[in-house]
Each structure stands twice: as C-alpha cells, then as structure tokens.
C-alpha cells in the first residue's frame, strides 16, 4: 500500500491516522489539523468533490457540527483534527447516558439540516462518519461520496444504512439517520446479525426493527425508516421535543 501512495509534501506513512477506501488522513502535528488526500489518480474526484462541498459550507459560514474545512493543501483539503474520532470505539468502551444520547441526536440532525441547505446529499451517513471532539461533540464528516446541487453520489452504502428508495435525496439521508440513532441507542447496526442481502430484503419489505422500546426516539426512528418526514427541519422540531428516553 505505501508504494502506491501519493503523499503530500512533507507527509509519510508515519503521518497516517486513518484512511478509506477513497481517501488517507495525515495528522500534520504543527498545525493540529489533518490532511486528507485520495489514494490514487482515479479517485481524485472524490476530493473535488469534497472541497468544493466544504468550500461551499464555508461561504456560508460552515457549522459547529461539521469538521471544519482549512482550505487546499497541493492535491488535498486540510481539515480541522478531531482527537477522539472514532465513535462507535466510544461507545462500545463508555457507559453513556439518556442526555448524551439526545445531545448526539440534536447535534447530528441540526449539522444535517445545514448540509441540505447548502444543495449537499451526503449519501453516506453512518456512525463512522460522524466523529467526536475532545468534549463529546459529534461533528460529521467524510463527504467524498456526497452529491452537490444533483450530482451523483460516489460511495456505495451498507445495508444497514441504506434507503430502500432513492438514495440520491433528503429521504435517503434522513433513512440513514434513523440507523444512526438507532445504533447510537442500542449500540448495534440495525439486523447487525443478517447478512447485506438479508437486510435489503427486509427493507424492501418494509420490515424494520423493533424501536418501541426505545421511547420517544424509538419513535422518530420508525418515522426516518418508514418515510414519515418530508424534511430534516421537520425531524429536528421533534427530536427538540423529546426530553428522554429508555435505553
């Protein structure tokens, strides 16, 4: 792998801190920030992409939920570093309580509405797309596959996460948030134990999983999968209603 790779000046295989299929992610330790550069020739209009969504969030004035974008590095977008990145490892290693859980749902569902608002699909919403700051914030990430103003999407989604409709729009988005929280909940992908094609076939059907016992978010979960929001803004208001639930 390291052969194949196209580092930025001054960035190695030392540098690594993470990467995707697409993509790798150099810590530049001076600056605490990170380096994010595609893999190969073919895959940089995955970054195109991706810096022009980011350039776009901020000419609006970006989002305290979604990583913040400092600006072009050669063939690579400088991103603001986020220490404790890895989500789903905090959440299997820390008890985390009903408040947090609800912070997480607001502040992905609000960092949500502002990427609609700017024309964005992300297309791949998921636990491991979303990262957490030194605080516990949750601050999304990773839109390399996402559609710009009708684009395609360029990221194949995992069934657990995957709309049995459209991909490519709000829906789609708000049906990945509901496996989100979903897993933010309860700590397991929905139908964790089903294969890919399994799960497909239950979506298909219309056959979920069993969210009653979750509280007022079970609730908003079954609405995201079952297509009973025509907005982000309109599943934000009710998760802003909601003032606990069961684990």
């Known amino acids: 792998m390291d052969g194949r790779i196209q580092y930025p000046t001054g960035f190695c295989w030392d540098n690594i801190i993470a990467y995707g299929t697409t993509g790798v992610i150099c810590l530049d330790e001076a600056s605490q920030t990170v380096v994010k550069f595609p893999h190969r020739d ?115 989604v995992t069934a657990s996460y995957r709309s049995p409709g459209d991909t490519l729009c709000i829906q789609g988005d708000i049906f990945a948030f509901g496996s989100t929280l979903y897993k933010i909940i309860t700590g397991y992908n929905p139908y964790h134990d089903l294969t890919e094609r399994e799960i497909k076939a239950l979506f298909l059907k219309g056959s979920f999983p069993e969210t009653n016992s979750l509280g007022p978010l079970g609730e908003v979960i079954s609405k995201c999968w079952r297509g009973k929001y025509k907005n982000t803004h309109s599943v934000c208001k009710e998760i802003k209603g909601t003032h606990g639930f069961l684990i």
């Not at 022009?52 to 050669?74: A, D, P, S, T, W």
């Not at 290693?93 to 608002?117: G, N, P, R, Y």
């Open 42 to 156: 073919e895959d940089k209009p995955s970054t195109d992409v991706e810096r022009r969504i980011y350039e776009q969030f901020q000419e609006h004035g970006g989002h305290k939920n979604i990583v913040r974008y400092h600006g072009l590095h050669e063939h690579s977008i400088r991103l603001e570093y986020v220490p404790s990145f890895n989500f789903e490892a905090h959440l299997s290693t820390h008890k985390v309580d009903s408040e947090q859980k609800l912070q997480w749902a607001q502040q992905i569902i609000d960092a949500l509405c502002f990427v609609h608002s700017m024309h964005v699909i992300h297309g791949d919403l998921n636990i491991y797309n979303i990262l957490l700051d030194e605080n516990l914030n949750a601050k999304l990430a990773d839109f390399a596959g996402s559609s710009l103003e009708g684009s395609p999407l360029l990221v194949g």
